[in-house]
């Protein structure tokens, strides 16, 4: 399948990579920064545009893995409007294409892309939404070959989706900030955590609910720790208010796990 991809971000690079290796052509590039068009241009031996009106026209699928904020933008820069065209946001309802084009799409990896870390599609899923029928078992064809386990989504779930997401992850992510911070000013590496945070992960998934496997001292309601844990923060205000309201959090998903 003959694929454009409509940006060089992070996610642009890691999909069109997986999807070059799966048998599909990707056969340009279009970037409005020409360095980061002509760098994945290269990385896949492929040729690359950042004018709207040199995007090949003969395409069989068009990925625009843009930021949400730019979608709208390039969609109305687009030089076509009979041609299947997808992004690849979580939070962006499908039918941000419906004035403009006949033929739209969704194709959502659920993972958080860096270009320096390397990704395996394997262990990611894929979400997709058309417009018709048709369109949708394009997108099958072109995603089928990847190892990802692929589902169909529609707009208002993979929202829901994308909002467990930020908690599952985002969030998480700057709880670890903040963690690495405290061991750090304890003259401790971070990675004194990561056989804790390896295993808290896999418990929550295990279990197939994290609260059935929550412990800590606001799981315990051992307020003499919470209380010291309070005071020893109080030179960061946020993070005492974080500490918190988590730990109101966690009291009521116990009770509730103990509720018959």
């Not at 369109?135 to 208002?156: D, H, I, M, W």
């Not at 946020?238 to 309201?245: F, G, H, K, N, T």
């Not at 959090?249 to 103990?258: F, G, S, V, W």
Request: charged share 20%.
């Amino acid at each position: 399948m003959r694929i454009v991809m409509i940006g060089a971000g992070n996610l642009a690079t890691h999909l069109s990579k997986a999807l070059q290796d799966a048998g599909n052509d990707v056969c340009q590039i279009f970037s409005r920064t020409e360095k980061s068009a002509m760098r994945l241009a290269k990385n896949l031996k492929t040729v690359y545009t950042t004018a709207f009106d040199r995007i090949v026209r003969d395409a069989d699928l068009y990925i625009v893995a843009v930021s949400d904020d730019a979608i709208a933008e390039v969609i109305s820069g687009l030089p076509f409007t009979e041609s299947l065209v997808v992004h690849t946001a979580g939070s962006i309802q499908m039918n941000v294409f419906a004035e403009k084009m006949r033929n739209y799409g969704v194709i959502y990896p659920l993972q958080s892309f860096s270009k320096d870390y390397p990704v395996n599609f394997s262990e990611i899923p894929v979400f997709l939404e058309a417009n018709t029928p048709e369109n949708l078992t394009t997108l099958r064809s072109a995603v089928g070959q990847l190892p990802a386990k692929v589902y169909e989504l529609t707009s208002e779930k993979r929202l829901e989706l994308h909002l467990a997401a930020v908690f599952g992850a985002n969030f998480v992510n700057s709880l670890y900030a903040v963690a690495a911070q405290i061991v750090q000013d304890a003259g401790l590496p971070f990675d004194v955590l990561a056989p804790l945070l390896q295993k808290t992960v896999d418990k929550a998934v295990e279990s197939g609910h994290p609260a059935q496997v929550q412990t800590g001292p606001a799981a315990r309601n051992n307020q003499r720790v919470m209380q010291k844990h309070i005071e020893m923060l109080h030179t960061h205000p946020e993070w005492r208010q974080v500490y918190r309201q988590l730990s109101k959090c966690i009291q009521k998903q116990q009770n509730e796990q103990m509720k018959p």
